[in-house]
């Protein structure tokens, strides 16, 4: 139980275009998720957190415009890259957190997407 | 602010042998929870154990456990039996009930064959 995917696994896009990353809980109900980006051989930085139907909570120095993201259902969360340039290539992390039993304390991730930005 | 610190940054074990990995965080909050995730080469994020502050007894998950000192807010795992699968990085992170995990930078286990 408590499985969240991630598409795309990888993608590569010219400066510029815009890049969106899909995460879905496939057998819970996530009230909250998260998006995180992380850098080679360094933890996991929490850029926003979305709950379903409200507008995301981002974190400070992380540009609101420029990462869209959008948490229409209990299911998927969307973010979506704007006008993206060769500093945002990184790996991307969703996480999940749900309601009843563990899952309402407990964030389970995604597989990742990495970004590569030409 | 919460702080959630992992002192060895790598570490390695020999296959079959028994390792543990440290983690201290700072808090004023008296209700949370602890977690152990490993990130394997593959980068997805292994939810490893659990630990629920108000419970004094310490987490298992078959060949892994934790010594949790509330007091000492100290919150270490332990791997027995290491297996080569178990090479990756292992993260340690603070969830205050509610509110949004705070993860330690990492120690990156090695297990030799």
């Known amino acids: ?118 | 602010a919460q702080t959630v610190t992992q002192s060895q940054p790598e570490m390695s074990v020999q296959e079959a042998e028994t390792v543990t990995l440290s983690c201290t965080y700072d808090t004023s909050e008296s209700n949370y929870y602890l977690f152990w995730y490993k990130q394997p080469p593959s980068r997805q994020m292994i939810l490893v154990i659990r630990q629920e502050a108000y419970k004094q007894q310490n987490a298992t998950e078959n060949r892994f456990s934790v010594n949790f000192q509330k007091a000492a807010k100290s919150f270490s795992l332990k791997i027995s039996d290491s297996q080569l699968g178990d090479t990756a990085m292992y993260f340690c992170a603070f969830n205050p009930s509610g509110s949004r995990l705070t993860f330690g930078e990492g120690t990156q286990l090695t297990v030799n064959p």
Not at chain 1, 11 to 40: H, N
Not at chain 1, 71 to 82: C, G
């Open chain 1, 1 to 118: 139980g408590a499985v969240v995917s991630q598409h795309p696994s990888w993608v590569i896009c010219k400066s510029g275009t815009s890049v969106k990353i899909e995460c879905r809980s496939l057998d819970f109900q996530a009230t909250t998720m998260f998006w995180y980006r992380q850098f080679p051989k360094q933890s996991l930085m929490l850029m926003a957190t979305s709950n379903e139907g409200s507008k995301a909570t981002y974190e400070q120095g992380v540009e609101k415009d420029k990462f869209l993201i959008n948490h229409a259902s209990l299911t998927l969360s969307t973010l979506t890259v704007t006008s993206a340039h060769p500093e945002d290539s990184s790996f991307y992390i969703c996480s999940a957190r749900g309601e009843g039993g563990k899952s309402t304390d407990t964030q389970y991730f995604g597989p990742g997407t990495r970004l590569t930005v030409l």
